[in-house]
Structure formats: structure tokens, C-alpha cells
């Protein structure tokens, strides 16, 4: 269910839809406020991990010097330092490891949580029009996967280069003060592998990171498709082209992560060739060095095995490049869901004109559609209060986005939309049920909803008996999205819930899903005699006819025929009118209505 605010919908409201600096502000840069990073603990980590680093450097240099020394067979006093500098270096590598990844992910993990809760917050506080028309599996992918994608990039982005940074410094000091034409050299070589091969890799990992992005989204898209409805497409007999689409796209996301490895490989031997350069570079200059007497022999070893531990520190970097890229992409996508200015609380809406005489809902030859097309055209009507009105039409005509369009879901395409102070109510047909108690799911509608409020709902849309066999009662709990419950047991939980919202008009679609044919009749009886006890009204889209009897008019739907030069234009009000009169002059309307009492007829 989703509430309107009362207002004006302008026909100009497709134009405030995308985001204007979308394309020119870096999405990243936009999204890493919403994860409240404290940079006092990402500087913590920064440390940790080049001491953790810092450590396997000195590691190698001391036990390249131990070696060496050794080799000389001095006192074993004179190594006495230098194996408890080993000792001391190897240990505290590990511990030093262990807090770096403690506190690194301690940010990490607190960023997605903060991002997550801070999308939500934003999407609760601004217009829906931007989550609407997407797939719940790509909503489900951008909440999940592309959170966690951009919440790692201070962990395996941000976090390695400053490391590397600190530990390839220290290390470029540390050779260059034995002999400074190796740590001239070493520094190129760490340019060379901590510049040049994550530039490459993220040059290369741009097509990819956005192919695999799509491409995971598609799959999660498709598998909840299969998994929520997989029975009703087989019926259908439409199960194995969805499955064909889950391999493709399964095939696609495959691709871009062989693609993938292959640039991790790619960098992967500019390092190694990067780590070799510098050991022959270090040794072709060291000898001369120890021949003209600059360095000692020990010394030598320092200088040309310490470089095999540096490289450490900027094989991470390549990496780092790609999940900066996948993190832009990934908040590219999530940037897509805000709206272009997250306030920093609600905000009230100015109000708009009022309908004129009283009426809840005008409707003024409204045109509702999407972004790319038109789907319904030239609506007008005027909501009194008590008034029920139903929209009937094929299957696909238009109703539920003119139901979306008249609750401020989507923007009018023209003409306008108006709302009194009540505001208004979508109940939509595939509504989420919360895995929480029956009396908590019914107090999404109203928080202060008391144990007999619920009753009562419950008992006007037919379920007081289903309520008296549960063995907790209103305490039962109900599964994630209701999946313990049938589908007519959820058509009818979603309509109580709505009976017990405050909003002025209710926007339900299908109520008579799912539903035997006598109890879908009684539940549009039920949300027509409570608009007219209650001053509410009332817009039903069904495409079943019998239970209409209880409107005050309907609003018969038609699509416009296909003309010679391509399909036909937006579906329009073809004939309105109570149900009786639709009856009698619709022949198209009384032909569907003979039909569904002939299905329905017992046999």
C-alpha cells in the first residue's frame, strides 16, 4: 500500500523524474555520505594495515641480513638482535593482520548498514515514480548487491592504496638509504605496477563491471520470477522460455566474469614482471656497489630481497581499481533510485488546489503510461465522498497504472490529478505481507490499530473464521511475504488493512483475485458498503464483472483499435455507467458478464 499526499500532479511531472546532474556529478562521491563513515576509523585501519605490512617488509629485510650475516659465521651474539627482530616481525605480522581486518571490515560492514537504512529512509520520504516500474528483482539487487558492492570500497579500495602508499614509501626509503639508485629503481618499478596496471585494469573493467551489474540484476530478476511463480508458468506454459532467460542471462554474467579474471590476470603478471625488475635492477646495481666498496655484502642481500616483499603492498591495487568501478556502477544504480535532493527531514508538501465541491479524487482528462509510452488516456471523474467506482477492461488495458497514476505513484502524462486532504490509498494486488504477527501487518496501515479494530476488518472482509483457527490469534506470526498464507487468505489481509488506513480514497486493484467466486462478490460488496457507512470512496479494477452490481458507476476500458500504420493508440473510457446500464446498451460488456456466469455456473 502506498499513501498519496494531497496535491496537484502536474502534466510537466515526467520532466522532474531523472535526475538533472545524474550524469555529471561522480555517483560515488554522492553515495559514500549516505554510508557515515567515520574516517577516524578508516585512518585506524590505514594504520593497522601498514603496520601489518610494514612488518612483512622488515620481515624479509631482516631475515635477508640474518641470512647473510650468518653466512660470515660471527659471534652468535652479534645475531642475537637480528633473530628477535625476525621473531618479532613474524608475530606481530599476523597480529597486526588480524586487527587491520577487524577494523576494516568493522567500517565496512557499519557503511552498508548506515547506506541501507539511509536508502530506505529516502525512499519512504520521496517520490516512488523511480522504483515503480522496476522489476522486484532488480530492486532486490540494487538494495542488495549493489550496497554491499558500493559499501567495499573502503575496504578494498580505499583502504589498500593507502596502504600501499605508506608502505611503498617506507620501503623506497628504506633501500634508497643503503644505496639510492636501488630505491630509485624500486620506486619506478612500485609506480609501475601501483599506477600503470590499475589504470589499465579499470580502463579495461569499465564495459565489464557494467555488463556484469545488468547482468546480476537480470538473474536475480528472473530466479525470484521462477521462484514466486514457477507454477503458475508452467500452467501457462511459459516455463521453459523463462528458464531459457535465466541460462542467457546466467550465460551473460558467466562472461563478464571470465572477462573479469582475465584483467585480474593481466595484472596479475605486470606485478610479478613489475617484483622482477626490481630484484635484477637492484642486483645489477648492488654488485658494482660492493665492488667499488659503497655496499657491503649484507648489505647487497638487503637491497635485492627486500623488493619481494614490497610488491605485496600494490598487487592489492589493480583490484582496488575494479571495485572502485564496480562501486561507481553499483552507485550509479543507486543514485537512480534517489530523488535529486535527499532531505534531511520530511519535508511538508505544498499544498495543491483543492477539488472543487467537495469531491476526494478529480480526475481531469488525465493520460496515464509510463515513461516510454501512453497507456490510457482522456480519464475524467470526480470522487464524492461515499462514492464506489469500478474500472473494468481487459486484461493488460491499463487499469492498475491509472490506479497508480490517480495515487500520485506515477506522473500524469496530462491533464491532472487532484486530492483532497485526505489523501489517497493504492492497494496494490501483489502487496507486501511482513513476517511479524497478523495484528503488526494490519497496523501498517495505523499504528494505534487495537486487537478488536483488527477483529473487526478482519470479520467485514471474511476471514474472522481463518483469525479463530489460528492458534495465536491476531499473535500468529505470518511468514516473509506471506507464504503461508494462500493467495485469496492475502488478497483479503491486504484489503483489511487498507479498511483500516486513514485515507480519504482507496485505490484497490483486483481485490477479487484468488477468490472463489461468491466471496470475491462479498469482498467488493464489503469495500462498497464501507466507503458509503465510512464518506469514503472507493476505485476498484477488477476484471470480474459480477460483483460491479455494488458500484455507482463503471468505467468500461477499451484499447483503441490498431490502425494500418501500426498498433493502435492508449486505451480510453469506451462506456460508463451503472453495472445494470452496461448491462442493457454494452453488448461487448453484457457478452463478458454472460461468459463469467456461464464459467461459474455449477456443471
Known amino acids: 500500500m502506498s499513501a498519496r499526499t494531497p496535491g496537484t500532479t502536474p502534466a510537466s511531472a515526467p520532466g522532474t523524474a531523472a535526475a538533472p546532474h545524474a550524469g555529471t556529478r561522480d555517483p560515488l562521491r554522492r553515495v559514500l555520505p549516505m554510508l557515515e563513515v567515520r574516517w577516524s576509523r578508516v585512518l585506524r585501519a590505514v594504520v593497522l594495515g601498514t603496520l601489518a605490512l610494514g612488518f612483512s617488509v622488515g620481515l624479509a629485510a631482516a631475515a635477508a641480513w640474518l641470512v647473510a650475516r650468518a653466512s660470515q659465521m660471527p659471534p652468535v651474539l652479534q645475531l642475537s638482535v637480528a633473530v628477535v627482530a625476525v621473531r618479532a616481525f613474524g608475530t606481530g605480522r599476523g597480529v597486526l593482520r588480524y586487527l587491520e581486518r577487524l577494523a576494516s571490515h568493522d567500517v565496512a560492514l557499519r557503511g ?46 580505499l583502504i589498500p592504496a593507502g596502504v600501499a602508499v605508506g608502505v611503498g614509501l617506507g620501503s623506497v626509503i628504506l633501500v634508497g638509504a643503503f644505496l639510492p639508485a636501488a630505491g630509485l629503481t624500486l620506486l619506478g618499478c612500485l609506480l609501475l605496477t601501483g599506477v600503470l596496471a590499475p589504470w589499465l585494469a579499470s580502463r579495461a573493467a569499465a564495459s565489464v563491471e557494467r555488463r556484469g551489474a545488468a547482468a546480476r540484476a537480470e538473474v536475480t530478476g528472473r530466479a525470484l520470477e521462477l521462484l514466486e511463480d514457477g507454477q503458475q508458468l508452467r500452467v501457462a506454459g511459459r516455463l521453459d522460455d523463462r528458464l531459457a532467460g535465466l541460462r ?20 596479475a603478471a605486470i606485478d610479478a614482471g613489475a617484483q622482477t625488475l626490481a630484484v635484477l635492477c637492484s642486483l645489477l646495481l648492488g654488485v658494482p656497489a660492493v ?61 495543491g488546489p483543492a477539488p472543487a465541491g467537495g469531491d476526494l479524487l478529480e480526475l481531469d482528462g488525465v493520460a496515464a503510461g509510463w515513461a516510454d509510452r501512453t497507456v490510457v488516456a482522456g480519464v475524467d471523474l470526480a470522487l464524492r465522498p461515499g462514492a464506489v467506482v469500478a474500472l473494468a477492461g481487459p486484461s493488460g488495458v491499463g487499469k492498475t497504472t491509472l490506479l497508480l497514476t490517480a495515487a500520485g505513484l506515477l506522473p500524469v502524462r496530462a491533464g491532472q ?93 483486483e481485490p477479487a483475485e484468488h477468490l472463489d467466486a461468491a466471496t470475491a462478490d462479498a469482498l467488493v460488496g464489503t469495500l462498497a458498503a464501507h466507503a458509503r457507512a465510512t464518506g469514503r470512496a472507493v476505485v476498484v479494477a477488477s476484471h470480474r464483472l459480477t460483483p460491479l452490481v455494488s458500484a455507482d458507476e463503471v468505467l468500461l476500458l477499451g484499447a483503441a483499435p490498431a490502425g494500418p500504420g501500426g498498433p493502435g493508440g492508449p486505451a480510453r473510457v469506451v462506456a460508463r455507467g451503472p453495472h445494470d446500464a452496461l448491462l442493457r446498451d454494452d453488448p461487448g460488456y453484457a457478452w463478458a458478464a454472460a461468459q463469467e456466469r456461464a464459467v461459474g455456473a455449477p456443471g
Open 417 to 509: 490529478v487532484r486530492a483532497a486532504s485526505g489523501g489517497t490509498l493504492f492497494v496494490a494486488e501483489d502487496g507486501h505481507l511482513f513476517g511479524t504477527t497478523v495484528l503488526e501487518n494490519l497496523r501498517v496501515a495505523r499504528p494505534d490499530v487495537t486487537e478488536d479494530d483488527a477483529r473487526d476488518a478482519l470479520a467485514a472482509v471474511g476471514l474472522d473464521t481463518w483469525l479463530a483457527a489460528l492458534p495465536d490469534g491476531l499473535d500468529a506470526m505470518l511468514g516473509p511475504d506471506g507464504a503461508d498464507v494462500s493467495g485469496g487468505e492475502r488478497r483479503r489481509l491486504l484489503v483489511a488493512r487498507a479498511l483500516l488506513a486513514p485515507a480519504g480514497v482507496l485505490l484497490v486493484d
Open 112 to 157: 552498508m548498514a548506515a547506506l541501507r537504512a539511509n536508502l530506505y529512509d529516502a525512499l519512504a520520504r520521496g517520490p516512488v515514480t523511480r522504483v515503480v516500474a522496476l522489476r522486484r528483482g532488480d530492486l532486490l539487487a540494487r538494495v542488495g548487491a549493489d550496497v554491499d558492492a558500493v559499501g567495499d570500497v573502503v575496504v578494498r579500495a
Open 248 to 267: 542467457a542471462a546466467d550465460a551473460r554474467l558467466t562472461r563478464s566474469t571470465h572477462d573479469g579474471a582475465r584483467i585480474s590476470g593481466t595484472s
Open 291 to 351: 665492488a667499488a666498496g659503497a655496499l657491503t655484502p649484507v648489505e647487497l642481500a638487503v637491497v635485492v630481497l627486500t623488493p619481494l616483499a614490497v610488491f605485496e603492498a600494490t598487487s592489492t591495487l589493480p583490484a582496488a581499481a575494479v571495485q572502485l568501478r564496480r562501486s561507481r556502477e553499483a552507485a550509479r544504480r543507486l543514485v537512480a533510485l534517489l530523488p535529486d535532493a535527499v532531505p534531511a527531514a520530511p519535508a511538508a508538501p505544498a499544498p
